[in-house]
């Protein structure tokens, strides 16, 4: 690969490394790029990364298995894009991105990822789990597949394959009926919806999902889309119209807080609970939404809310992004970004520690477990919350 | 994998050690135009006891180490220039104490001067320390390790003028204390024996710093940045003159830039003021205005340029871009503030040699004792021929600090040896003693300093 094909050459320098990317917005540390945070090399800052992914491409540097171990390292957060003040900024985790895809098309890639990538071309799915059992998930609910109702209810990779994530899926699903929202799902015909594997680089295989999910959705006459997952939620709004895909797209927090406010969904009221909330990238800096998930926890009757001091655009990520919930490449240590989330979470005296995310879901219950924090603080999803409140009612 | 690997992930664990191309790459590789140093090893301590077995093991083996802090020199002090171990300080980042009253906190060196500023404004919003103008990144005992100087620089001096104590780790291994901590009787002075000098400002090259006393300072609710602005450069040194006679100001820094187009060919004297109260305020800005500048405005030779602005963390990474190229590097000295006009004049000059935007900068440290000045030039890291520009423009300036009569501040090996050919013999021969009783097996930072 040569450093004038690469599709940033023009930018790919003008990193200084002067280490803001490292910090949350109240300058609390410089662990809040997760990467960093796990490993505290300069090599896995977002700085070092853009240096040694310019090195590769300029020759001073072989390819090798740490190389690329580092570049997948980034979760894709943005807390580096939220935080660098040059004005370059918007495309440094795209620069990124765009490394990965050369090293797919030179075939080489760390085997987890690898793995991922072949998984969701052969299954559809990371996981590498027959289509067929894509909709276990919904076992017991009495949910339609899509004909034309309102709403597609998009559930995702994890929300329909992960044993824990599939409570969130279920627990969406149960306030949408109860709220007499009229939606339905692809049930075993749903596949990836190919924001991983954007974030992977892997381009090609990224343009056969979303033409997929594309005709899929044109042949069922799709228009409004709730995705439980903020992954999904942001390649459904802001990579598929790159592909023709134009739809009216919600995060279910967004569905859940209008109809809490127009009185569509009735709360019960719940024993006195500190719950504090984890933002998911990809709905916060990604895109904006910080609002929907605090509203709903805030009119919930009987919780009290409490903010970490690292939230919105200075959250610290999990480390689950950009494939990393399966990956693992920061896991392993104290040090695990999802670790110190944990405690973080448990620092603030919280209950619950509240997630709007599959993934973030999964990686915080575990880092949670792991921490031996779990008699502590439970990790419950926004919808796992509600119907905690409303269990009796289902 | 090596003996010394396997021994240095004994001391630190497995996670924290490499001597794989690319950490080594990474850290071969300083901000500035400094040529790249690899070193053999990269080693990220937790601990001072961590960092005192990498030391002893080093001393033992021979084997050259360099302690780096956030690395925002941009002279290159960090560099392994001969190769060796080198000792990433960011995990030491714990904060120790706090005295609310006595105003001081103890600190572990590696920590941010964004986490200090960030843990002062939560638990003890009446307090602050001088913030350098670095990034947020940069530490606190990399800072000391130059001497630093922030914005507090016109009350109370350079950074290294507001400790109370350190623990440095020696070349030979032994942890030493200096300051009050050293009889047990707490972090709140640096006094008695001996002076702290052996090991502020100079770079790393005698000890490694691994904790600090900071001095904290008052920090006023009503802050606000003015700035006054005059054309002629003569100026400025009687303006700052008066102004430090007044003593109101937190900060005072003169600049002259020709981007933004609204500083070229001017010179803006930033004037930080604070107090408790708007009353406080507004008397500061009734004194230095009204009272002591008007004489400026009346004249026809200066003027108000702005009032009342907010107080924000100088976004120096911001030059890098300049030259849409991801660099620059700055000679710092110590200059007489009457040497201003010259100051900005010859940097001008070099900066047209070179085809550079010319960016001078001075900052008050102390009663007008002195002035930290600064002459920045970027380039763009992709273009090697601006590389030799700034390179060549940097060691012209380093040139005309000496020439001037001024010191070069955190000199690269470039300025060292021009301080070094001027210094007095026996003082050359005084840091001799001092660095050969210090380091017996010459391990620390070596190729800084040399004094062979």
New interface residues.
């Given amino acids: 690969m040569a450093l004038t094909e690469y599709k940033y050459n023009d930018?790919i320098?003008?990193?200084?490394?002067?280490?803001?990317c490292?910090?949350p917005t109240?300058?609390?540390?410089?662990t809040n790029c997760p990467a960093y945070a796990r490993?505290?090399?300069?090599?896995y800052s977002a700085g070092?990364r853009l240096?040694?992914i310019r090195?590769w491409l300029n020759g001073?540097?072989?390819w090798?298995e740490?190389?690329a171990n580092?570049v997948y390292s980034c979760a894709a957060c943005k807390n580096c894009v939220e935080k660098c003040?040059?004005?370059?900024s918007d495309d440094i985790v795209n620069m990124v991105i765009a490394s990965k895809t050369e090293m797919i098309e030179m075939g080489k890639v760390p085997k987890p990822v690898k793995d991922f990538l072949e998984n969701v071309q052969m299954h559809g799915n990371p996981y590498g789990i027959s289509a067929r059992k894509r909709d276990a998930w919904m076992d017991g609910l009495k949910i339609m597949p899509y004909e034309g109702q309102d709403f597609l209810y998009y559930v995702g990779c994890e929300g329909s394959y992960d044993s824990r994530a599939q409570g969130a899926a279920m627990a969406t699903a149960r306030l949408l009926l109860k709220a007499g929202v009229s939606f339905g799902v692809l049930g075993s015909n749903e596949i990836s919806d190919g924001n991983e594997v954007e974030m992977l680089g892997e381009e090609g295989l990224l343009e056969e999902l979303a033409e997929k999910n594309i005709k899929q959705f044109s042949d069922l006459g799709v228009q409004r889309i709730i995705a439980l997952s903020p992954h999904s939620y942001n390649a459904l709004k802001n990579t598929y119209p790159k592909f023709g895909g134009d739809y009216k797209v919600f995060h279910y927090t967004q569905v859940l807080r209008d109809l809490i406010e127009t009185g569509k969904l009735i709360l019960s009221k719940r024993p006195k609970t500190r719950v504090t909330f984890h933002d998911p990238c990809f709905l916060g800096r990604w895109n904006q939404e910080y609002d929907a998930p605090r509203k709903i926890l805030k009119a919930l009757n009987g919780i009290e809310f409490l903010e970490m001091?690292r939230n919105k655009q200075g959250a610290l990520c999990c480390g689950g992004g950009a494939g990393n919930f399966l990956m693992d490449l920061l896991g392993g240590?104290d040090e695990s970004p999802a670790r110190i989330r944990a405690r973080q979470a448990n620092e603030v005296g919280a209950d619950i520690l509240a997630v709007a995310c599959p993934n973030c879901l999964t990686m915080l219950e575990d880092a949670v477990k792991v921490e031996g924090l779990e008699k502590k603080i439970k990790v419950r999803d926004i919808s796992e919350i509600i119907c905690d409140s409303d269990g009796k009612n289902f | 994998m090596s003996s010394i690997y396997h021994a240095l992930v004994d001391m630190v664990g497995e996670?924290?050690v490499?001597n794989?191309?690319?950490?080594l790459?990474?850290?071969s590789?300083d901000?500035g135009t400094s040529e790249p140093k690899w070193p053999e090893y990269?080693v990220?301590p937790n601990t001072t006891e961590e960092v005192q077995k990498i030391v002893l093991f080093a001393n033992q083996e021979k084997i050259p180490i360099v302690p780096l802090g956030?690395?925002?020199s941009l002279a290159g002090l960090a560099l392994p220039l001969k190769g060796g171990i080198t000792i990433?300080m960011?995990?030491l980042?714990q904060v120790i104490e706090v005295n609310e009253k006595g105003r001081y906190m103890v600190v572990e060196a590696g920590i941010?001067q964004?986490?200090v500023?960030?843990y002062l404004?939560?638990h003890h919003p009446n307090l602050m320390h001088s913030e350098p103008g670095a990034?947020?990144?940069a530490t606190i005992g990399g800072n000391l390790a130059i001497h630093g100087q922030g914005d507090l620089a016109h009350p109370y001096g350079f950074n290294s003028d507001m400790v109370n104590g350190l623990e440095v780790i020696l070349p030979t291994g032994e942890i030493a204390r200096f300051g009050s901590c050293a009889v047990g009787s707490g972090w709140f002075t640096m006094h008695p024996l001996p002076d702290l000098g052996l090991f502020l400002g100079w770079g790393g090259t005698t000890g490694i710093i691994t904790k600090v006393s900071l001095r904290l300072f008052p920090f006023k609710k009503f802050r606000e940045m003015d700035q006054f602005v005059v054309e002629d450069e003569e100026l400025v040194p009687e303006i700052l003159y008066d102004l430090t006679h007044l003593g109101l100001s937190e900060d005072l820094i003169a600049m002259s830039s020709e981007i933004p187009p609204l500083y070229d060919r001017l010179h803006h004297i930033t004037i930080n003021v604070t107090g408790d109260s708007k009353e406080e305020l507004e008397f500061k800005r009734h004194i230095s205005y009204d009272l002591t500048l008007s004489k400026y405005i009346r004249s026809g030779v200066g003027g108000i340029a702005s009032v009342s602005q907010d107080i924000q963390r100088p976004?120096?990474?911001?030059s890098?871009?300049w030259k849409?190229?991801?660099?620059?590097e700055y000679v710092g000295s110590i200059m007489p503030v009457s040497a201003y006009p010259e100051c900005y004049r010859r940097g001008a000059e070099i900066s047209s040699r070179h085809q550079i935007p010319y960016t001078i900068l001075g900052r008050v440290i102390g009663c007008s004792h002195g002035m930290m000045f600064s002459w920045s030039y970027a380039f763009?890291?992709?273009d090697p021929e601006t590389v030799r520009h700034a390179s060549e423009a940097l060691q012209e300036t380093d040139e005309l600090v000496m020439e001037m009569g001024g010191t070069i501040w955190k000199p690269a090996v470039f300025g060292q040896k021009l301080i070094l050919e001027k210094m007095d013999n026996t003082t050359v021969q005084l840091m001799k003693k001092v660095k050969n009783l210090l380091d017996p097996n010459g391990i620390m930072n070596p190729g800084n300093w040399e004094l062979d």
């Fill in positions: 930018i320098h003008r990193c200084f490394r002067c280490g803001y490292k910090f109240d300058w609390d540390d410089v490993y505290r090399l300069e090599s070092g240096w040694l090195a001073e540097l072989k090798s740490h190389l580092i003040p040059l004005n370059f001091e240590s | 996670d924290y490499s794989q191309p690319e950490e790459f990474t850290y590789k901000l990269v990220v956030g690395g925002m990433d960011k995990r980042d941010s964004g986490k500023t960030a404004h939560k990034p947020p990144a976004q120096i990474s911001k890098a871009d849409k190229g991801g660099g620059f763009n890291r992709a």
